[in-house]
């Protein structure tokens, strides 16, 4: 078997992504942890365009982009399917992970970024989970059905995690029981899933690795003004 490398981020959701799909699929494969203050010289040979991670590199050759990824562990290991067989239902499942590089990926930027408009921008934020909530989910325990998790559940996966972290760094709560409450059964079910459970950066090193970034946030701003 080809030799598989992962380099990787310890704080990143995205490189979380790839390690759920590399364990669902039983793929062995060996972690590299970047600085990416002071990225190697592997990082930048295996991915001199966006100099960032995750990066899979699978036989020697690369491959860049959380989703991209995804994506060719699927192609290439068909074990154990993350997308359904059905190619409707593999289209929208294709059309909700883009839906979260479109929508949530710049909502969850936005309310985490607000100085003076953190209320404001959860709603909006909200809004957007509202929609994700009734069109994608619907009364599924799970994106991929009720049985299991699949590529649309990893894309989602900082939703589980990482939000609740960056809630408690802003101070207004966004995913909750009362105004999202499918979603938020969701979030629960999906952190107990044991790929995931046994996947996870520590909570209280990430929570202070958040509150360091909205520190400087906070003091960028108020340098501007």
């Known amino acids: 078997m080809e030799e ?3 380099l990787g981020f310890w704080p990143s959701s995205f490189v ?34 966006r100099k960032n991670v995750p990066v899979l590199v ?9 989703l991209v990824i995804l994506e060719y562990i699927e192609e290439t290991w068909p074990q154990n399917p993350l997308l359904p067989k059905d190619p409707h239902e ?16 710049p909502a969850i930027f936005a309310y985490f970024r607000a100085i003076g408009e953190e209320g404001e921008k959860a709603k909006e934020f909200q809004e957007v989970l509202k929609i994700v909530e009734k069109q994608g989910l619907g ?24 939000l609740e972290c960056i809630e408690e760094v ?33 909570r209280g ?10 520190e400087k946030l906070i003091l960028a701003a108020s340098s501007s003004q």
Do not use: C
């Not at 699978?58 to 959380?66: D, R, V």
């Not at 593999?90 to 990926?105: E, N, P, S, T, Y």
């Open 139 to 162: 009364d599924q325990k799970f994106f991929g059905g009720d049985n299991t998790i699949g590529l649309v559940d990893i894309a989602f996966g900082m939703l589980a995690y990482w």
């Open 16 to 49: 979380y992504r790839v390690i759920w799909a590399l364990k669902l699929k039983g793929v062995k494969f060996d972690y590299i942890e970047e600085d990416l203050s002071n990225k190697s010289e592997l990082l930048l040979q295996y991915n001199p365009v």
């Open 205 to 214: 090193k990430l929570l202070a690795h958040y509150k360091h970034s909205r």
């Open 170 to 202: 802003v101070g207004v709560k966004v995913l909750e029981a009362s105004s999202l409450p499918r979603l938020h059964a969701w979030a629960q079910n999906f952190k107990q899933v044991p790929v995931v459970k046994d996947n996870l950066p520590d």
């Open 90 to 105: 593999k289209a929208l499942a294709r059309f909700w992970m883009q839906f979260g590089v479109d929508k949530i990926r």
């Open 4 to 6: 598989v490398k992962l």
């Open 58 to 66: 699978h036989g020697g050759k690369s491959i860049a982009e959380s």
